[in-house]
């Protein structure tokens, strides 16, 4: 990809991350009860309010504009004492990790796998945590 082409990637990814005006949420999390609730290889789905997800959201006819995978705490990662316990992918910085309570102020479900062995659910967020700092993928140059 071409200098420019990144350039203007990058700036339309900035656009795009920026939140929208007028973003309430139907119905906020309850921070204690969704910490509660959650164990490794739930999927959260997120009410975004960023431009991006009001695209997401007119495209798929959904409430929900993002999700993160809930591993339990990564090691070596914390913020402001908080531990990252979700995994996820975000424009213009690939999969990272977070802390749950960069959502509580969102409208959030949780999805949980159905018939998945403890040794799976483990696969999974092993294969999520060991992909933290990639990049998200983009065109390929021939």
Not at 68 to 88: D, M, R, W
Not at 118 to 128: G, I, P, S
């Amino acid at each position: 990809m071409s200098w420019a082409q990144d350039r203007i990637g990058r700036m339309l990814a900035r656009y795009l991350e920026k939140p929208a005006t007028g973003y309430e949420p139907f119905t906020p999390s309850n921070p204690d009860a969704l910490a509660r609730a959650l164990k490794p290889g739930d999927v959260l789905l997120v009410e975004g309010n960023n431009h991006i997800a009001g695209v997401i959201k007119y495209l798929t006819q959904s409430t929900w504009s993002h999700a993160a995978l809930y591993v339990g705490p990564v090691a070596g990662k914390t913020e402001n004492g908080e531990p990252h316990v979700l995994i996820e992918a975000e424009i213009g910085q690939g999969v990272i990790s977070a802390p749950l309570s960069k959502y509580f102020k969102f409208h959030t479900r949780v999805c949980r796998p159905v018939g998945l062995s403890c040794d799976d659910l483990q696969k999974v967020c092993r294969y999520a945590i060991d992909r933290i700092g990639l990049a998200i993928a983009s065109d390929p140059d021939p």
